[in-house]
């Protein structure tokens, strides 16, 4: 009797000793889930990367900007104070000048009429308006004050010449030339230096 149950207790152990596992499918599905998670965490760091400013960049390219305002800020402060930008000088030309004089050497037989115009540097800052709304330059009203000394230097050049001398193809230039150094020496400070001297009339006769 003891024999015959010894095999029914074995097949109820190997029914029931080993016991059943439940919920063999639950480890998969948290790796599953865990992979979505990390794959998001790096696509959303990815992004963040493409999209997240350089502060590096910015910040060299910000001084540069900087110190080339500065530069240029130097630059016009020196131009400036050098008489650049809004202190560019003009030119002006002067009201004529003429005078009527024997030829030398044709015992009074011949004369010669010439007239000349100065011209000289003016800055506008100093125009002030004139008649008509025109503007004027200070420098015009002082080559007026010293007009009869401007004829005088101008007859002093030209009575010595000959007729030869007049009727020479550089008898011009020449006079130009020696008018030009003979009134520059003596023109009132305002005026500053005549740049050159223009013959508007030359007769002969």
Do not use: C, H, W
């Amino acid at each position: 009797m003891s024999e015959e149950k010894e095999p029914n207790k074995g097949k109820a152990e190997g029914e029931g000793g080993e016991p059943k596992k439940k919920g063999g499918g639950l480890p998969l599905l948290q790796i599953m889930l865990a992979g979505v998670v990390v794959a998001n965490g790096v696509t959303a760091f990815v992004l963040l990367q493409m999209t997240k400013p350089k502060p590096v960049v910015e910040a060299k390219t910000g001084k540069d900007t900087t110190a080339k305002s500065q530069d240029s800020t130097s630059s016009d402060s020196s131009a400036e104070s050098k008489g650049g930008k809004g202190s560019e000088l003009l030119t002006d030309i002067s009201d004529p000048i003429d005078v009527i004089v024997n030829v030398s050497g044709t015992d009074a037989e011949r004369f010669m009429k010439i007239a000349v115009a100065l011209e000289f540097d003016i800055d506008p800052k100093s125009l002030k308006e004139g008649g008509e709304g025109k503007a004027k330059s200070p420098q015009k009203d002082a080559l007026k004050k010293i007009s009869a000394r401007l004829k005088n230097s101008l007859m002093e050049v030209v009575s010595p010449m000959t007729l030869e001398q007049l009727q020479a193809a550089d008898a011009k230039s020449e006079i130009r030339k020696s008018y030009l150094k003979e009134i520059n020496k003596y023109v009132p400070p305002e005026v500053g230096k005549i740049r050159d001297v223009f013959i508007t009339d030359f007769i002969i006769q």
